[in-house]
């Protein structure tokens, strides 16, 4: 047996089919291989063990919708190191991004995915047009689905999840039954009378998040099943928010060795040996030369006055705060903040990376980087490095709330749109817009 998740990932092979093979899997076919996930192209996500894996071994088929592409890389290494480590499961493995389902023939690939899947995986699905598309495509293999895990996303999705007696549209009573209730309220609230965002009230999707946050709370106040596969979803949500490839490996051979017959009658996984999850702080500040992300800026200022002199940056150097978003961090798809932070030390200047797991990017900023003593700014200018509103993410948006935590600030503010949702070609033969 090999203790799951316990081993780093190694570099993903490059050179298509050819190289997967040599490292003893394939299906890393389609155009750009790893070098963006922009196009939709599901063959450059696929995942699947070769010949040499599958003798012996028990078949699982995970099938994943997530709504921007640092999560496709993780879960590609992974599934790869389950080939790789495992001795009597292999797992192959498809994902999608969330835009790419407006296509009909996306759609309807994902569709026959779905029905040899064991397992469905997705992720903040917060587009309402988007989500009642993915549900109805989804819903007819759910009673056949070994386990579905929906992690926060709109009522109708999160209904979807299933995890033995962990299924939100039958528990009745008590603490969960009333979860999905709960949502419609969290929903409710964030809206106003005409449907859009309610001023100052912050969104749903941070709302949904705080009130998923809650479910280990309610773990005592159930029976043996229901506090087991409970119990799992929350092992499962805090792993997925972890997002590093060895906290999706041990996710999934945690769903796996608990709910895909196949293999838990057999009892090939042992359960007792994966490890706990990892998870990074849920807002913090992060360099990608610090060691650990800080929780106040004394400490950072502390660790950083030393990285100064290496940099070669002035202690008086003007401070650039950047924003940031945690799932590109936890899930190490950060290349283009650390080049960002890099370029922006090159030319002189001092940076302040701020994160959350939410979707209100204020609160770090309000947090880090307003000087407790006078209210005023210790940063000299802000980039917006998530594509979203300062409050707010891709389904709505609180502008007057994002306005006064900027007028507080009171400093030239700039958002960058990064492309992991589409490339420059793709969003010229959009309609869409950015």
Not at 166 to 182: V, Y
Not at 278 to 296: E, F, K, N, Q
Not at 313 to 334: E, F, L
Request: with cysteine; proline share 5%; aromatic share 8%.
């Amino acid at each position: 047996d090999v203790e799951v998740g316990a081993s780093e990932a190694e570099e993903l092979p490059v050179g298509g089919i050819e190289a997967a093979d040599e490292e003893g899997f394939a299906g890393l076919a389609g155009p750009g291989g790893f070098s963006g996930y922009t196009g939709a192209n599901t063959a450059a996500r696929r995942v699947t063990p070769s010949d040499r894996q599958r003798e012996g071994r028990e078949h699982v088929k995970v099938v994943y919708v997530v709504l921007e592409s640092q999560y496709q890389a993780s879960m590609t290494a992974a599934v790869r190191q389950i080939n790789k480590g495992q001795t009597r499961v292999c797992v192959e493995c498809v994902g999608y991004l969330l835009e790419e389902i407006r296509d009909p023939k996306t759609l309807d690939e994902l569709r026959q995915d779905l029905e040899s899947a064991s397992i469905f995986v997705c992720s903040l699905i917060f587009v309402q047009e988007l989500a009642e598309k993915l549900v109805e495509v989804v819903q007819p293999f759910r009673s056949r689905l070994s386990a579905c895990l929906c992690f926060p996303s709109m009522p109708e999705v999160m209904k979807l999840n299933k995890l033995g007696s962990f299924d939100l549209t039958a528990i009745t009573g008590g603490p969960l039954g009333s979860l999905a209730q709960q949502v419609k309220e969290v929903r409710k609230s964030t809206l106003g009378d005409k449907g859009k965002p309610a001023s100052g009230g912050g969104t749903f999707q941070d709302g949904l998040l705080k009130l998923v946050r809650t479910l280990p709370k309610v773990l005592k106040f159930l029976p043996g099943d229901q506090a087991r596969d409970a119990r799992t979803f929350i092992l499962s949500l805090q792993h997925w928010l972890g997002g590093t490839p060895e906290n999706l490996e041990a996710m999934l051979m945690r769903v796996v060795g608990q709910y895909v017959p196949s293999v838990t009658s057999q009892q090939i996984i042992d359960l007792e040996r994966i490890m706990d999850p990892i998870v990074l702080p849920d807002m913090g500040i992060w360099h990608p030369c610090a060691p650990a992300i800080y929780d106040s800026v004394q400490d950072y200022s502390q660790w950083y006055e030393g990285h100064l002199a290496f940099a070669g940056v002035a202690k008086d150097a003007p401070v650039i705060g950047v924003v940031c978003q945690k799932s590109h961090i936890s899930t190490k798809d950060d290349g283009h903040y650390v080049a960002f932070v890099q370029e922006l030390e090159r030319r002189g200047a001092r940076v302040l990376c701020v994160y959350t797991g939410g979707l209100d990017f204020s609160s770090p900023v309000k947090e880090y980087m307003l000087d407790a003593a006078t209210g005023g700014a210790s940063v000299d200018a802000l980039v917006n490095l998530t594509g979203f509103s300062l409050v707010g993410g891709p389904a709505s948006q609180d502008a007057k709330a994002a306005k006064e935590a900027l007028m507080r600030l009171d400093r030239p503010y700039l958002v960058s749109v990064p492309l992991v949702f589409q490339s420059f070609t793709e969003w010229q033969q959009s309609e869409l817009g950015l």
